[in-house]
Every structure is written in C-alpha cells, then in structure tokens.
C-alpha cells in the first residue's frame, strides 16, 4: 500500500485506540467481556418499517430484541474497547443512534460512548423509527417519535448493564457454511433486471451476481468457560416474513431459541446482517422441490432457514472452542469516510417529479411520496451545485485475528466478497446497516435497474460503494502492520 493511500484514510481518524499486543501473545492484554439484552417491543400499538404502504401492529408474534456485546482490552493504564448493539430493526437511523450515545455520554464509568456501535437485522417487522414517512391515521397507535425515545432508553440501558458486567473471558471465532441467501435479483434477454422477478420466463437468463453463504461466528467465554454470548455474521438480511403486520424479528428470533435452548437462556446472541444488499432468504427458483421437501420434513420456513445457520454455528464452535483467547488484541478504529453521491439525471427527476404529483393525491401513498420526492431534491442540490459528498462513521476493529468492519448501507455483496479477500485478516466480519439504509449497487446493476439499483434506492451509487471499499480494506489492513 502506498503511503499517500496510508495517510488519505488516516487523516480521516476520529478515534484510535492503543495496540495492545500480538494477536495472540501471552500475558500481552487481558480481555473483559459483558453481554446483555433488551426488548426494543412497545406495549402499544406501532407502525411497521419495510413496506411501501402503512401496516399497524397490535400484536407480538416475536419480540424484538437488541442484544449488546461489550469488549475491553487491559495492558497496564492502556485500554482499548467495543461495543456491539444488534437490534431487529429496518436500520439505524441517525436519531437513534445519537439519542442513544447522548444518554451514555458521562453516565457509563469508562465508556466512550463514540466506541459504541449500532446495526439493525433488517427485520421487516419492527417498528418505524422515522417521523414522516408514513402515514399514521390511528390516534392510539405509537408514533416514530415517541418509539425512538422509547428505544433509545432501552439501548442505553442494555449498553450499562453490559459495560458493567465485564469480566476477564476469553473470545474464540469460527467458520461455517449455511443456504440462506439467495441473490434476489433476475435478470432477462434484453438486459433489464428486477428484484424476486419470475425465473421461469421464457426470457429469464440467471442471477445477477453471487451469494455468500459463509457463516461467521464469535463466541465469548468467562473465566469457566461458560459460553455467555456469540455473534453470528450472515450475508442475508432476515427478512422472510417481511409482509407481516405484527411485530416479528423473523429467522434471529428461532435461531436465539434454538441456541438458548442447548447453551442457556442467558446466551446473548447478536445477529449481524453481512454485506447483502442483493440478497433474501427468498427463494428464486427450485421453489417446488425446496417446498416440498420442507414439508415432508414437518418445518417452517423459520425453522428451516433457523436450523441451518444453527448447524452452520455448531460447525464454526467446534473449532473456536478449541482455540479461547483471553489475551486477544483489541483495537478500535474510527474513520469519517466522504463517499461520492449518485449523479441524477435530467429524465430521472422528471420522472420522479411526475410520480410524486400523482400520488400525493392520496395521504395514504406518503411513504412513496417520500421516497421519490428524495430524488428530485438531490437533483435540485445537485444542479444546484449545493450537494456534498455522503460522510459514513466506519468502524475497524481487531479482535486477535478477526477484522469486523461496518457500513451505513445496504450494501451489495460482491463489495463485501472483495473486501473480505483483501482483508489481512483471519476472517472479517462485516456488519451493514449500522446506519440509515439505502443501497449502495454495483455497475452491473445500475444497468439491470429495478428496485434497490435506480435513483429512488441509491444515495450513494456504484463509484461511492468502490470508494467505500478501498477505505474499509486500507483502514482493516492498517490494523496488521506487521
């Protein structure tokens, strides 16, 4: 790496905890480990994020939870640390997560409140977050406001209780293989490609790109070697039962039960949804075959997408079993990175202009208003020559021989396929949607077009989510100089 590209991402560094050892050097650090849950489930009645169209829960099919994951590393008066929050939520909107880092800033002995890090699962049944995007007719139902004062209390609370709960442990990781994700977008002979379009078309010719079914896992210990929390890395959002209207947190919720059942209820389990912007645990084709044999086999849906990242989870375990270390290298970093926005054209904000005159006849078509309404005041900035580039907290950290590194986005999974065979490290685990949304596309499917890869879907465009790649490999790989 040339040391011009070096000091391009390090002038960008906000926080930069001390090295603490090698990986895997004896008595170079210890590390602490604390972990706790929370519902993030309100007892009221609550609009659903996901969909285009307004859905009101007033029941609980599976609560929503945020499980929190806090790591300290100790060597003399220096310390190094982390703090992981996974919530089944759509994302992670900016107000969440400075609401939440307010209430711990000077309350938490010892936590820097800038080390904490917020992602979502993407589940598609969990509440809105966001004033405005709906339309919320019904008196008695929660409104996004109040939801997030509500959620930002529960975060913050969960993030003490597992700070102050760190005790010397130990920390292992693995690998396994799991069939969850499908690439979801089809593409046809004359060259357009939609979002879950049929596959047994005539003029179907394939997916468009490629799927990861590796299965990340970190596994947490203490002192006895009691597992006390995992986090699991998974290039699939949890989205199977996305058009539901009541309050779900889709597959994470059967996979928390199926490892609690075996390893004790007070296992916290993170679910962190990888690089997978193109991806859904939806099927795309064999669907027959794959429904029948589900059936034959008396499973859900859940179950069966639940069970085979358990399996995945089971394999990864028995090798970090093997290898607990509690003197692993803990390092933070954090970069402010400036990404490129998506140029909008001319007959793009037209279009636009003429879907947001039509349908905000109708309140109940709000969110769609919305969405569109977006690009035509990029465009207006844009001519402007108002706009400015996208900026994006990204987070580096090295655990021993693992990366973890996260995104704003929803970001396609052929960037995280490269920046994972680029990384330095062991394994990296990348974490997307620790930030608001949208899709950050390849080329590829600029050109295809469809929902997640038009102006609509995209702040951020292909050339920015290059960028973001260069900046993520550049910033894990300086965490391995040697």
């Known amino acids: 790496m040339s040391m011009h590209r070096v000091k391009r991402v390090m002038v960008c560094l906000v926080a930069v905890c001390a090295v603490l050892g090698a990986g895997r050097a004896a008595g170079a650090s210890k590390l602490y480990v604390g972990a706790a849950s929370v519902s993030i489930t309100p007892g009221r009645p609550v609009a659903l994020s996901g969909q285009m169209h307004t859905r009101i829960a007033r029941v609980t099919e599976a609560e929503a939870i945020a499980s929190v994951l806090a790591l300290e590393s100790r060597e003399g008066t220096q310390t190094a640390q982390a703090v992981f929050v996974a919530c089944d939520l759509v994302a992670i909107d900016d107000e969440v997560l400075a609401g939440t880092r307010k209430r711990l800033a000077g309350k938490v002995a010892g936590l820097d409140p800038r080390m904490v890090v917020l992602s979502a699962t993407h589940t598609h049944t969990a509440p809105v977050t966001k004033e405005g995007d709906y339309h919320i007719a019904e008196a008695d139902v929660m409104r996004p406001a109040e939801y997030v004062e509500f959620l930002c209390a529960r975060l913050a609370g969960a993030v003490a209780r597992a700070w102050e709960s760190r005790k010397p442990g130990r920390a292992g990781w693995g690998l396994g293989h799991a069939m969850v994700a499908q690439n979801r977008r089809a593409i046809y002979a004359d060259g357009h490609a939609q979002m879950y379009g049929a596959t047994d078309r005539a003029e179907f010719r394939g997916i ?70 193109d991806q859904s645990p939806h099927l795309m084709y064999r669907k027959k075959a794959e429904e029948r044999m589900r059936a034959l086999r008396g499973l859900t849906r859940l179950e069966e997408l639940a069970g085979r990242v358990v399996t995945a989870w089971e394999e990864a375990y028995a090798g970090a079993r093997k290898e607990p270390h509690g003197d692993a290298v803990l390092r933070h970093q954090i970069a402010t990175v400036e990404l490129p926005l998506r140029v909008i054209t001319e007959p793009e904000a037209a279009e636009a202009r003429s879907k947001v005159a039509a349908l905000s006849k109708d309140p109940r078509n709000r969110r769609l208003v919305v969405w569109h309404q977006d690009v035509v005041d990029r465009f207006d900035s844009q001519k402007a020559g108002t706009s400015k580039p996208y900026k994006m907290e990204l ?77 993520t490999v550049e910033l894990v790989n300086s965490l391995w100089p040697e």
Do not use: M
């Open 395 to 471: 987070h580096a950290i090295r655990l021993g021989d693992v990366a973890i590194a996260t995104n704003a986005f929803e970001y396609y999974t052929q960037f995280g396929i490269q920046i994972k065979s680029r990384s330095r490290a062991l394994q990296t685990f990348l974490i997307q949607l620790a930030g608001p949304g949208t899709y950050v596309p390849t080329q590829i499917a600029v050109r295809g077009g469809g929902y997640s890869a038009i102006p609509e879907s995209n702040v951020v465009g292909p050339e920015g989510g290059q960028v973001l790649a260069e900046r």
């Open 208 to 277: 468009e790109g490629p799927e990861d079914h590796g299965v990340e896992v970190l596994c947490f210990w203490d002192e006895t070697g009691n597992l006390i929390a995992t986090a699991i890395n998974l290039a699939c959002p949890s989205q199977e039962v996305e058009g539901g209207s009541t309050v779900h947190a889709d597959f994470w919720h059967t996979i928390r039960q199926a490892l609690q059942s075996k390893h004790g209820k007070g296992l916290v389990v993170l679910g962190w949804t990888g690089a997978a912007g």
